[in-house]
C-alpha cells in the first residue's frame, strides 16, 4: 500500500460481469479498474481540471490472484504511485474480497490531455496535489 491518499468504492458482480468459469470475466476488472481511476479523479481533482483536462490508459500491467462469483464483493483501492513524469502518471488499483484476500492488482500508467486541444498535457503540481497528503 501507498502513503498517498487511497479512494475506495465497492464492486458486486452481477450476472452481466460472469464468465462461463463462473466469475467475474477478466474484462469487467480492467472496466472496473478504469470506472474506479476515474471516479478518484472526479472525486478528487479541483473542478476546472476536471473541465480542462481528462485521462487516457496507455499501458494496463494486472496480475489476476483470485476470483468472486455473482452476488460476491469486490473492494478496490486506488492512489497515485510516485511523481508524474512528463503527462504520465501511475497508479495502483488492488481489488480483495470480503475475508481481505487480494483478487486482481495493477499498476496503469494514465496520460493527461487538454479537453480543448486534444493534446497531451504536462501534469502541474497543483493538478495532482488533491491526490497527495498534506505537505507533499
Same mark, same amino acid.
Given at each position: 500500500?501507498? /502513503? ?8 458486486? %458482480? =452481477? @450476472?452481466? &460481469?460472469?464468465?462461463? #468459469?463462473?466469475? $467475474? ?9 478504469? /470506472? ?8 478528487? %481533482? =479541483? @473542478?476546472? &481540471?476536471?473541465?480542462? #483536462?481528462?485521462? $487516457? ?80
Amino acid at each position: 500500500m501507498s /502513503d498517498t491518499p487511497v479512494f475506495k468504492r465497492t464492486f458486486v %458482480a =452481477e @450476472p452481466q &460481469h460472469i464468465d462461463e #468459469l463462473g466469475h $467475474v470475466n477478466n474484462t469487467v476488472w480492467v472496466q472496473w479498474i478504469q /470506472d474506479l481511476a476515474t471516479a478518484h479523479w472526479e472525486a478528487a %481533482a =479541483e @473542478p476546472e &481540471h476536471v473541465a480542462a #483536462l481528462f485521462w $487516457v490508459v496507455i499501458r494496463h500491467e494486472i496480475d489476476y490472484r483470485g476470483n468472486i462469483a455473482q452476488g460476491e464483493v469486490a473492494h478496490g483501492e486506488t492512489w497515485i504511485e510516485g511523481d508524474p513524469k512528463g503527462a504520465k502518471s501511475l497508479r495502483r488499483v488492488e481489488f480483495t474480497d470480503d475475508a481481505g484476500k487480494r483478487l486482481v492488482s495493477a499498476a496503469t500508467t494514465w496520460a493527461m490531455l487538454d479537453r480543448e486541444s486534444g493534446r497531451l498535457a504536462r501534469v502541474r503540481s497543483e493538478v495532482i496535489a488533491p491526490f497527495r497528503q498534506r505537505g507533499d
